[in-house]
Nanobody, 120 residues
Framework: QVQLVESGGGLVQPGGSLRLSCAAS????????MGWYRQAPGKERELVAT???????NSADSVKGRFTIDRDNAKNTVYLQMNSLKPEDTAVYYC??????????????WGQGTQVTVSS
């Protein structure tokens, strides 16, 4: 089993910044990629950004130039730096971890979610 613990959400004014963190622990053989998704009220969960073990990143067009994802492989931790936040960024942000075990089985794990609210 793998546990994901998120932190860093909160209330921020438009134009402000927040930094989310997500640490993975447990039976980890090989993390393929880690990332962040978000879900706003009444909407489906959507990709925000992902980063592979080699550092390759992918992000939604809506956050390009404002959000940056990075990771510390030694700590199995992924970060999401969010700048120039907008009210439409308000959502519950979920950490995701895609893992391979020694038998080449693949699993997805999710964090419990952290609320980000952008409002004046």
């Amino acid at each position: 089993q793998v546990q994901l613990v998120e932190s860093g959400g909160g209330l921020v004014q438009p134009g402000g910044s927040l930094r989310l963190s997500c640490a993975a622990s447990g039976s980890i053989f090989n993390i393929i990629y880690m990332g962040w998704y978000r879900q706003a009220p009444g909407k489906e969960r959507e990709l925000v950004a992902t980063i592979s073990s080699s550092g390759s990143t992918n992000s939604a067009d809506s956050v390009k130039g404002r959000f940056t994802i990075d990771r510390d492989n030694a700590k199995n931790t992924v970060y999401l730096q969010m700048n120039s936040l907008k009210p439409e960024d308000t959502a519950v942000y979920y950490c995701n971890c895609h893992i391979r075990d020694r038998y080449w089985n693949f699993y997805d794990y999710w964090g419990q979610g952290t609320q980000v609210t952008v409002s004046s």
